[in-house]
C-alpha cells in the first residue's frame, strides 16, 4: 500500500527514540494485591464516590460518578471489597482522593456489561451516552473526557476526523503494540467517531515513519473504508495536535483556537481503542496498555495494567531495578512527570512509565544564557523559550501574557536542545502557574465588587 507523506513546518528535534520496547507484545499484569483508583483520572472535576468502605464491587461498576459534564466516571477495575476511601499519591505530584479496593480473585463484570453489540444499530445519542457512561478520556496524556471533545459547539462543524498513530515520545510503545495487535478494534473506533458527524468526515490516520509494521496492520485493517493513511516524518513533537492537524490538512490553529475551529477532531490510539471497548462491547474503562521502560527496568515491557494498580507492583512484575534510579517519570521522558513515590497508581491517562538514572545528567548544573537562540530554532510554537525564562525568572511572570507564553505546549523541545542545560519547560510551567493564580484573584476580586452593596 503507497502512503502519502508529510510533516509540520515550524521547530522540532529528533531525540533518540529509545523505543527498547517496540518488539514486547502486550502482556497481561496479573491482579495485585491492592487497587489505589483515584477519582480525578481526567481534566475538570473530580468524580463523586458513590460506594462506601465495606461495599462489595464488580468488575465495571460505578464507584465514582461524574461531578458535572466535564468530569469522567469511575467504575470498579474488578470485583472485590473497598478497604478505604480517602487521600493517597497521585500522579500529578499531590495527594488526592481515591477508593482502595481489595480484588477478590473472581473479576467479576457488573451485570449487564461486557456485551457484544453492533454498533451500527445505535443511534449518534446512544453512542455518546455510552462513551460518557464507561469515563473514557483522552488516554495519550491529556484526560480531557471524551464525550465532551465528541460534543463541540453546534456553529463548530467537524469535517475531519483523525487518528493520531505519531507516539513521538521516546520510549513509549503502548500505541504501537495495540495498533499491531488491535488494529481492527482502533480502526472500528474512529469509525465510531466519524460516524457521529453529519455530512460524513474526511477521516485520516497519521503514523510516524519509525512505525513501518504499524502503518501495515492499521493499513490491512482499514482497506476499503474511507480511510486515508499517512506516513509522518519521525520528529518530536509530530503527535502535538496543532502539528499533526497542520501535516495532515495544511490547516493552522491560531492562538486561542481549539481544533474544532478549524473542523478537526483528533483521537489518540488508545482512546479509540477505549471508545471501541465501551461501544461494541459495553466495557467501562478498566484496564489499559501501558509501556514500562527505562534502562534501569529489568525486563521492560508493555502490559494490559488495571486502573489503581501502584507502580510498585508493576515494578516487582518487572523484575526489579537493574540499579538504583534517581527519576520515576510518568508519560514520555519530554512531556512526562517526575513522581516522588513508587506507590503512585497507574490512570486512564498513564501511557507510560519510566525508570530511569540521570546522575550523568544531574552534574550539569543550570548556566546562563549565551543567546545562541537554539530553542527558538526548535520551537514549533514560534515561542522565545530564553525570553519566557528570562521574565520567569525575574519575576515578571505577570508580563508573560504579551510575549504569548500560553501558546508553550510545554514539549521539551528547548530544554533538549539548550547548550546551557537551562530548565526552560520548568520556568515557563512556574510563569503559567503564577499567571493562573493572579488570574484567579483578579477574578475573586471582582466577583466580591459584584456582591458589594450599594451605598
Ligand atoms: S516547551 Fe514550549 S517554549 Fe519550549 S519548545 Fe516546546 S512549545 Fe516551545
Ligand atoms: S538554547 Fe539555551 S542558551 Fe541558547 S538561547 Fe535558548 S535558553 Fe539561551
Excluded at 465510531?192 to 503514523?207: E, Q
Excluded at 483521537?267 to 471508545?275: G, H, L, R, S
Excluded at 513508587?342 to 550523568?360: A, M, Q
Aim: some cysteine; proline content about 6%.
Amino acid at each position: 500500500m503507497a502512503f502519502k507523506k508529510s510533516t509540520f513546518k515550524m521547530g522540532g528535534i529528533h531525540p533518540p527514540d529509545n523505543k527498547l520496547t517496540r518488539d514486547a507484545p502486550l502482556e497481561v499484569m496479573p491482579l495485585p494485591a491492592l487497587l489505589v483508583v483515584p477519582l480525578n483520572q481526567h481534566i475538570g472535576k473530580p468524580a463523586k464516590a458513590v460506594v462506601s468502605v465495606g461495599d462489595q464491587v464488580k468488575r465495571g461498576q460505578l464507584i465514582g460518578t461524574a461531578d458535572g459534564f466535564v468530569s469522567a466516571n469511575v467504575h470498579a477495575p474488578t470485583s472485590g471489597k473497598i478497604k478505604l476511601i480517602g487521600r493517597a499519591v497521585h500522579p500529578s505530584g499531590q495527594y488526592a482522593e481515591a477508593i482502595t479496593i481489595e480484588p477478590d480473585g473472581a473479576d467479576e463484570w457488573e451485570a449487564g456489561l461486557n456485551q457484544v453489540c453492533n454498533w451500527r444499530d445505535l443511534s449518534c445519542e446512544e453512542i455518546r451516552k455510552r462513551i460518557q457512561d464507561a469515563g473514557v478520556v483522552g488516554m495519550g496524556g491529556a484526560g480531557f473526557p471524551t464525550h465532551v471533545k465528541l460534543s463541540p459547539p453546534s456553529n463548530k462543524k467537524i469535517d475531519t476526523v483523525i487518528l493520531n498513530g505519531a507516539e513521538c515520545e521516546p520510549f513509549l510503545t503502548s500505541d504501537y503494540r495495540l495498533m499491531l495487535e488491535k488494529s481492527e478494534e482502533v480502526v472500528r473506533g474512529l469509525e465510531i467517531v466519524a460516524s457521529l458527524f453529519n455530512p460524513t468526515p474526511r477521516v485520516i490516520v497519521g503514523i510516524e515513519a519509525n512505525k513501518k509494521n504499524a502503518l501495515k496492520s492499521i493499513g490491512k485493517a482499514a482497506l476499503h473504508k474511507q480511510i486515508e493513511l499517512v506516513e509522518l516524518d519521525t520528529k518530536y513533537p509530530q503527535g502535538g495536535e496543532k502539528q499533526l492537524i497542520t501535516a495532515l490538512t495544511g490547516r493552522v490553529i491560531a492562538d486561542g483556537q481549539l481544533p474544532f475551529d478549524v473542523g478537526c477532531l483528533v483521537q489518540n490510539v488508545a482512546t479509540c481503542f477505549a471508545i471501541d471497548e465501551s461501544v461494541s462491547k459495553l466495557r467501562p474503562l478498566t484496564e489499559r496498555a501501558t509501556t514500562f521502560s527505562g534502562f534501569e527496568l529489568k525486563n521492560r515491557k508493555n502490559l494490559w495494567v488495571r486502573l489503581g494498580t501502584r507502580i510498585v507492583d508493576v515494578m516487582e512484575f518487572c523484575g526489579g531495578l537493574t540499579r538504583k534510579i534517581n527519576q520515576l517519570i510518568v508519560g514520555g521522558p519530554m512531556m512526562g512527570r517526575a513522581q516522588f513515590s513508587f506507590d503512585i497508581p497507574v490512570t486512564k491517562t498513564t501511557s507510560g512509565v519510566l525508570f530511569i538514572d540521570n546522575t550523568e545528567l544531574d552534574s550539569f548544573k543550570d548556566r546562563p544564557c549565551i543567546r545562541c537562540g537554539r530553542c527558538v530554532e526548535v520551537c514549533p510554537q514560534g515561542e522565545l523559550p530564553w525570553l519566557l525564562v528570562d521574565k520567569a525568572m525575574r519575576q515578571h511572570a505577570d508580563q508573560l501574557p504579551s510575549y504569548g507564553y500560553s501558546r508553550c505546549m510545554e514539549c521539551g523541545s528547548c530544554s533538549f536542545v539548550c547548550p546551557a542545560k537551562r530548565e526552560i519547560v520548568h520556568w515557563i510551567k512556574y510563569a503559567k502557574a503564577v499567571n493562573a493564580r493572579i488570574a484567579a484573584r483578579e477574578k475573586a476580586k471582582m466577583e466580591t465588587v459584584g456582591k458589594e452593596p450599594k451605598a
